[in-house]
């Protein structure tokens, strides 16, 4: 499997929104995501599918139009027909995942569903479509949007959507106490969006495009009884109190898979935040972290038969 969302510089300058340039409306991301999907084929073992993961189309906040909609639908389906192709000559399977996201054309199951079925209308229901373009579930994006992990999957796979690759990702989530909106402050940087989700006690949700937006809300005094935060934190690392982690909805998610295995066969640490992590989080080395996020998934894959145990 490769990600093939970043498209360029991705670590160490500032990306923030330029992470969704060039969207799907632009050739030069069909002709990347092309590209990706020729090396996958001529370098996948034989009887392996392969899997390329891209933006759910277009950030929200480029204000895309009908015609530009209609760019994005033609480019998914071109790349679907390259994907066919690119597999057939090689006699590998290939999907494409699109990547629900806070503030993308898709953020929860039902945005997903509805653009699916607008891409399929589109398309003809052209069945490479069906069988090349499926949608990449990144837990930490879907628990930002609240939504329960088995019945979002469920939903997706009921509407016929193909789950391509799961990636494996806890954000971060709190009550937006003084504490734990100063302690948020250190999760700022200047690389990468952190969108939030808040959600009210009327269970009435909001996204703020960035943390620092949220961080100067809440000091203006607009209420919340719940923030998630899109920082994509290390799988096995503790909780960093007053804050907590989606954790438990990732593992909601294996929970899941196990009852479907034969659903998806590919699945990906998530975590790409190392540079701009606290210092508490940011103790070890790069490599020991790594090693760690390993242990910690092998090791829960293996309590529910998914994978080899450590040991192995």
């Not at 530009?68 to 790349?79: E, G, P, S």
């Not at 972290?289 to 192995?312: F, I, M, N, P, V």
């Amino acid at each position: 499997t490769i990600n093939g969302f970043p498209y360029g510089r991705f670590h160490g300058a500032s990306v923030k929104e330029n992470v969704y340039r060039p969207d799907w409306t632009a050739s030069d991301r069909l002709a990347y995501t092309c590209l990706l999907f020729d090396l996958l084929a001529a370098l996948l073992p034989a009887g392996v599918e392969g899997s390329v993961s891209t933006l759910a189309g277009s950030f929200k906040e480029f204000d895309p139009d009908a015609a530009a909609r209609k760019r994005i639908f033609d480019n998914l389906w071109r790349c679907a027909r390259h994907a066919a192709r690119a597999g057939g000559r090689f006699g590998r399977a290939l999907r494409l995942g699109l990547e629900p996201e806070p503030l993308c054309l898709m953020e929860n199951a039902d945005e997903t569903v509805r653009f699916f079925d607008e891409l399929r209308a589109h398309c003809k229901n052209d069945p490479r479509v069906e069988e090349c373009i499926g949608v990449n579930y990144d837990t930490c994006h879907f628990a930002i949007a609240f939504e329960e992990p088995r019945a979002a999957l469920s939903r997706l796979v009921d509407a016929g959507i193909k789950i391509s690759k799961i990636q494996l990702s806890s954000a971060l989530k709190a009550r937006p106490t003084i504490a734990a909106r100063q302690k948020l402050k250190e999760f700022a940087d200047e690389i990468y969006l952190h969108q939030v989700a808040v959600r009210d006690e009327t269970g009435r949700r909001a996204v703020h495009r960035d943390l620092p937006d949220a961080l100067a809300g809440a000091a203006a005094g607009a209420g919340s009884s719940e923030w998630r935060i899109h920082f994509h934190v290390p799988l096995h690392a503790p909780a960093v109190a007053p804050l907590e982690t989606t954790a438990d909805d990732l593992l909601r998610t294996l929970d899941w898979l196990a009852g479907n295995p034969r659903i998806c066969s590919h699945l990906e640490m998530e975590t790409y935040t190392w540079d701009v992590l606290p210092p508490e989080l940011k103790a070890r080395t790069v490599v020991s972290q790594l090693l760690a996020e390993y242990r910690w998934t092998l090791h829960h894959l293996a309590k529910r038969g998914l994978g080899a145990h450590e040991s192995d």
